[in-house]
């Protein structure tokens, strides 16, 4: 039997929020080399600058849609063979290469295709420095540092990455193979990691023969024992013990033979012991929970989730631990309540008393209810739901990962005050009397919505008179909702964000940024609105009904529904979207300002004026026509059209078998996926098809194609003088620096970048 005893302050650990799943990881997750390694897929061919036993420098020269070229600098000591890369390779795979890495840099080297675009131009992702003694990363201002005996070695770092490989499927392998791969980790031995932020060590794991601690923001989980050091069997260990947090299980201690645990203790950053066991721990498969005392007292009221569905209302009080699960009901007391619901979509109810409440993974539903309340919804795949209640409560988004967070006042029974400042990670809602909230790590999520198409952050206001003073992150997504009452917005956008200001009501809304004016909140309220834009952009999210949406001198976004809508973008460059759940086929005209489709079961015709841009539905066969002026049409899924027109458009074709006609001025049209038919008309323009088997029309101008291969064709039916293949091979066609550019009568071009002529034959052109 073991007997858990805690102080007071044990409650603090669970107020951080930050050891319950290993959060400094979203640090990692949001560092800066990520954008390096967006702009590799969408990268060309590598080349070679350099390549020497000591300096290997290779570059990324025809990149498209990042408007970027990447250079990843080696460097080390006898390295070789180095007559080519391809040789180096053969060597690396065959056993049979020399040398040793000391660094791998990889940063931005000048701007592409983009005009204009040098947010990444020399900036530096990632740096990997080898040594004796382990590894160091860098990437921005975040550093992680990796001690031990690590292999630097061109053969054993080979011979690690196929063990990576194996180890991204380890729970697929049979055990036979699971005790193969640890076998060959175990060729290494490290003494844990830090990961460091700003000059401070915000996640530090470090292991002995005797003790593994893992600390964050000063507090330590500390386990004292019998421990391995190889890394094989620390992965293992905490393979299992991942398994066990995610579903609430007992922890399997079976494994690796040897590891024994004698106690397990909490510290506070004043290395203070809040939580510690005592007793003996046995030597059995699993830890078990026998009692938890806190300041002597024993504790009843603790739920935790399992790993059987369910749905189960509980009361407390009673002298044993109840297991629930992964899509619960769980439901506290009057008392001070901590409420786990751990794997699963759970909902938690706190009801009356300082409660702790905490989700897990899953997409959970959180509402404390009246007290002091600590709410940490944790991490999800598509969104928690954290309800305002009465009380000082503290609401954590640090373990949010990737995931959607909204935190809602909707049924508040008084307007409320609410304070978001995501570039200082700060958040207060103030409740007319009744509380005083404090957000954790609000850019967590917000931060999420820029890099995942699942992640972002959403405030709601109650019925009555509430304001809002927010300020986004850079790069990242939020969305507002005032709903009834008569509101006030103070927005502030940070470099490269998007904030939604939705409107859900009844009514039409009537939404003037320009002027600052809400004649119509959707509710029959008059309100006011006032934007100070640092690079970001406002989204417009308007009703079922007739709305009328007015920009300002920035670029806005527009979301329009159901309903005879007007969008007036005034300045900047506006799009309107129209990629919505419920969306059919649109046929969208900026050059006479109109707009028509679906939506669900109700038709709409939009009006649009000073719109740029257009993104189309999700999958219908859309047509998108643009304007004089420089447009972007996006088509997403279905079969779409795509026209131009005037000025140097961006067409993006994407899913679907699309046609992509540029029009006159310098345009870039990306098929996406499918088969598709890409048209540059007048003017140089750039091609580029990705998947699929397409076909690029030659045209006037002088035009260059990017990805040629496979079933890709060359539609000549407007070159000028060329009479067939024979006459093309033979005079208008020829290779120049890994090129092959095509050449008509009138002096016309389209060049088929990194394609060679002996790769060519009669059944890639069509006369």
Do not use: C
């Amino acid at each position: 039997m073991v007997d858990i005893r805690a102080r007071a302050g044990f409650a603090n650990f669970f107020d951080t929020g930050r050891l319950t799943d290993f959060t400094a990881l979203n640090d990692v997750n949001n560092a800066s080399y990520l954008e390096a390694f967006g702009v590799f897929s969408e990268s060309g061919n590598w080349s070679v600058t350099t390549l020497s036993s000591s300096k290997i420098v290779l570059a990324a020269e025809d990149p498209w849609l990042s408007g970027l070229s990447l250079e990843a600098q080696i460097l080390g000591t006898g390295i070789g063979p180095v007559s080519s890369l391809a040789a180096l390779d053969d060597a690396i795979r065959s056993g049979v290469a020399t040398g040793d890495f000391t660094q791998i840099k990889i940063s931005g080297s000048k701007s592409a295709l983009w005009d204009g675009d040098d947010t990444l131009k020399n900036k530096t992702f990632l740096t990997f420095d080898f040594a004796d003694d382990g590894y160091t990363v860098t990437s921005g201002n975040l550093r992680i540092e990796i001690p031990g005996t690590l292999p630097s070695s061109l053969q054993d770092i080979f011979a690690i990455g196929q063990v990576a490989d194996q180890v991204a499927g380890y729970s697929s392998l049979t055990p036979a193979q699971q005790a193969n791969v640890i076998a060959q980790m175990n060729t290494l031995a490290s003494g844990g990691f830090s990961v460091i932020l700003n000059g401070t060590t915000v996640l530090e794991l470090a292991v002995s023969a005797t003790e593994i601690s893992l600390s964050q923001m000063g507090y330590s989980l500390v386990l004292e024992g019998s421990f391995p050091t190889m890394v094989g069997d620390a992965f293992a260990l905490l393979t299992d013990l991942s398994a066990a947090l995610d579903s609430g299980a007992d922890i399997d201690i079976s494994r690796p033979t040897g590891y024994s645990i004698d106690v397990v203790k909490i510290t506070d950053p004043d290395n203070k012991v809040v939580l510690t066991t005592v007793g003996d721990l046995g030597t059995s498969d699993t830890i078990s929970l026998d009692t938890i005392r806190l300041d002597g007292k024993t504790v009843n009221n603790l739920v935790m989730g399992d790993n059987t569905e369910n749905y189960v209302s509980t009361s407390f009080g009673m002298d044993t631990w109840t297991p629930y699960i992964p899509g619960d009901y769980l439901d506290g007391t009057a008392g001070r309540d901590h409420i786990f619901g751990l794997g699963g979509n759970d909902t938690l109810f706190g009801h009356k008393g300082n409660d702790v409440l905490f989700g897990g993974t899953g997409n959970d539903y959180l509402d404390g209810g009246a007290g002091n309340d600590v709410l940490n919804p944790g991490s999800n795949l598509s969104g928690d739901m954290t309800w305002g209640s009465k009380g000082n409560d503290t609401i954590i988004l640090t373990d949010s990962g990737m995931g959607f967070q909204e935190i809602t006042y909707r049924t508040f029974d008084r307007g409320v005050d609410i304070s978001i400042n995501g570039k200082t990670n700060t958040g207060t809602v103030t409740k007319g009397g009744a509380g005083t909230d404090t957000i954790v790590d609000v850019a967590v999520p917000m931060k999420a919505g820029w890099t995942s198409v699942a992640g972002g952050f959403s405030v709601t206001g109650s019925d009555f008179d509430d304001s809002f003073d927010i300020v986004t992150a850079p790069k990242s997504w939020t969305d507002v909702h005032g709903f009834d009452g008569s509101d006030s917005f103070d927005l502030t956008l940070s470099a490269n964000s998007i904030l939604r200001l939705s409107f859900v009501g009844g009514q039409g809304a009537e939404v003037n940024l320009k002027t600052g004016v809400i004649a119509n909140d959707s509710w029959g309220n008059s309100e006011t609105v006032s934007v100070q834009n640092k690079g970001g952009q406002i989204e417009l999210n308007g009703t079922y009904h007739n709305d009328t949406l007015v920009g300002d001198k920035f670029s806005n976004r527009f979301i329009l529904g159901q309903g005879d809508d007007v969008a007036n973008g005034l300045g900047g460059q506006d799009m309107v979207r129209y990629d919505r759940s419920g969306v059919g086929s649109v046929e969208v005209n900026l050059t006479t300002g109109t707009a028509t489709g679906t939506w669900w079961d109700g038709a709409f015709t939009h009006t649009l004026l000073k719109i740029e841009d257009v993104r189309g539905s999700h999958d219908g066969n859309d047509t998108l026509i643009g304007s004089a002026v420089a447009n972007r049409l996006e088509g997403r899924g279905g079969r779409d059209t795509l026209i131009g027109r005037g000025g140097n458009d961006i067409l993006l074709g994407e899913d679907g078998h699309d046609q992509l006609l540029g029009g006159a001025g310098r345009d870039k049209l990306f098929g996406g996926a499918g088969n598709d038919r890409l048209d540059g008309g007048n003017g140089n323009d750039i091609l580029k098809g990705n998947l699929g088997a397409d076909d690029f029309v030659f045209s006037a101008g002088n035009d260059r194609v990017f990805g040629f291969g496979g079933k890709d064709q060359v539609d000549l039916g407007n070159a000028v003088g060329i009479t067939g293949f024979v006459d093309l091979k033979n005079h208008h066609m020829e290779e120049k620096a890994g090129d092959v550019i095509i050449t008509d009568a009138d002096g016309n071009t389209m060049t088929l970048l990194n394609t060679g002529l002996d790769t060519l034959d009669k059944g890639d052109f069509i006369f």
